[in-house]
């Protein structure tokens, strides 16, 4: 069993950063890729961003790359989201998700094994 609790959301103006921290409990984080979704209002939740177990690769959504970059730290069972140059349609509840050596099919809901219960980030135009 493991457990995603996310924090440092908030409102902040568009073009500004925030970085999103996601601590995980439980054993055996290393042997997890990790992700980020989110999901607006009146619409779907979408894949954000992912970070192979080992940290030695990611991967990004088109609409976050280049501003959006995601890290772990396994010795402290944490993985980080620093987004920057923000845009209101970056406004979103932001899911912390983990699946067990899903790397290659974190893009897909399907795949995740853990999700967190959000935090709301709002950009202000």
């Known amino acids: 069993q493991v457990q995603l609790v996310e924090s440092g959301g908030g409102l902040v103006q568009a073009g500004g950063s925030l970085r999103l921290s996601c601590a995980a409990s439980?054993?055996?984080?290393?042997?997890?890729?990790m992700g980020w979704f989110r999901q607006a209002p009146g619409k779907e939740r979408e894949f954000v961003a992912a970070?192979?177990?080992?940290?030695?690769?990611?991967s990004y959504a088109d609409s976050v790359k280049g501003r959006f970059t995601i890290s772990r730290d396994n010795p402290k069972n944490t993985i980080f989201l620093q987004m920057n140059s923000l845009k209101p349609e970056d406004t979103a509840v932001y899911y912390c998700a983990a699946a067990y050596f899903g790397y290659n099919r974190m893009y897909s809901q399907a795949a995740i094994d853990y999700w967190g219960r959000g935090t709301q980030v709002t950009v202000s135009s």
């Open positions: 439980g054993r055996l984080f290393s042997s997890y890729a």
């Open positions: 970070i192979h177990r080992s940290g030695s690769s990611t």
